[in-house]
């Protein structure tokens, strides 16, 4: 399932890059130096994100905030043939072959192709616009890795990140590997009964297998694992912090019904060590200057364009940092 809604994700975030490119019909809603981004293609990337999105398929024509959403579309298409020229002019370019290599690895991620072909149904789009934006991407990426490379990051500087921020970033909080039994509210009298059971040296785990309704510990013998009791809702966590490792509670009442509850073991919070940390660190001040340096990049780029928005409303729905009209 989790792979599922990431590819969907994927699949959602990549329509917003469909090619601007085009001779569609219907008229231009902008220009990106001279290249048009038609009504007909403009239109096709709205209604996919309208099926992908049941609040955005709810607005009404003059809504402010579905013609804002409009607004963030065409600045993310503007942003993609921007990209799209400058690859183009540094050479960069993209095969049929990298195509199907990179469609090859997402449809890997499902069960089988049918699978695969139901989720770009829900998506609303073509396989034709999935293979543009798959080529958008790959171009994306290739030029993201050439104008903004990963930057050599020192040890002095990774241990000066984690002496300001180890208080804030790297603490830790105690975790409690717990396992639980989970009643419905009406069964309260099974809850006392499966309780003297557990009292009377009977199987912990056994018993959460047999009686609880928690669809997602039960087949593991009701064992949540090791967390932070801050997870849990109020009267779970408060029940659950007064246990000793090997201890079992009384019953408990939440808004989710009667609970057991089993403190299997405990481990203390504290500022997590360097070593533990010092590869995720370099990662993120890779990141971050990787970001800016891109970021930089594209506003250069964009300073440069001529961006002309040829659809008056949304050329006024102009949003911070967006690309505005331009009469260069």
């Not at 009292?199 to 510990?217: Q, V």
């Not at 694992?225 to 009267?235: C, D, L, M, N, R």
């Not at 808004?255 to 299997?264: A, E, V």
Request: hydrophobic share 35%; charged share 30%; glycine share 8%.
């Amino acid at each position: 399932m989790r792979v599922r809604t990431r590819i969907a994700a994927a699949l959602a975030a990549l329509a917003l890059a469909v090619s601007a490119a085009g001779c569609g019909s219907g008229g231009a809603v902008a220009k990106v130096n001279g290249t048009t981004i038609t009504r007909e293609e403009f239109d096709s990337i709205v209604e996919v994100a309208k099926k992908q999105d049941s609040t955005l398929a709810s607005l009404k024509d003059g809504d402010a905030m579905l013609l804002q959403y409009k607004r963030m579309i065409l600045d993310s298409m503007i942003e993609a043939e921007l990209v799209r020229q400058e690859a183009k002019r540094l050479g960069i370019k993209v095969t049929d072959k990298d195509i199907d290599a990179k469609l090859a690895e997402i449809k890997a991620s499902y069960p089988d192709e049918n699978s695969f072909n139901e989720v770009v149904k829900q998506s609303g789009m073509t396989m034709e616009q999935i293979r543009q934006s798959i080529s958008d991407q790959l171009v994306y990426q290739a030029l993201y890795d050439k104008v903004a490379p990963a930057p050599k990051v020192s040890e002095d500087e990774i241990k000066a990140y984690y002496e300001k921020n180890k208080s804030t970033q790297f603490t830790k909080e105690p975790e409690a590997h717990l396992q639980h039994i989970l009643f419905e509210e009406k069964d309260k009298a099974t809850a006392e009964k499966v309780l003297k059971e557990i009292e009377g040296g009977a199987d912990f785990g056994a018993l959460a297998s047999k009686y609880s309704t928690d669809p997602g510990s039960k087949n593991s013998g009701g064992d949540l694992g090791s967390a932070p009791t801050s997870q849990y809702v109020k009267e779970f966590k408060e029940a659950a912090d007064k246990l000793k490792v090997g201890e079992v509670s009384g019953l408990v009442k939440t808004q989710f019904g009667w609970h057991i509850i089993k403190k299997l073991g405990e481990t203390p919070g504290g500022i997590q060590p360097y070593e533990e940390v010092k590869d995720l660190i370099k990662s993120t001040l890779e990141q971050e200057a990787r970001t800016k340096a891109w970021n930089d990049y594209i506003a250069k780029l964009k300073s440069k364009a001529k961006i002309q928005i040829l659809d008056k409303e949304l050329a006024k729905a102009g949003t911070p940092g967006s690309a505005e009209a331009t009469g260069k």
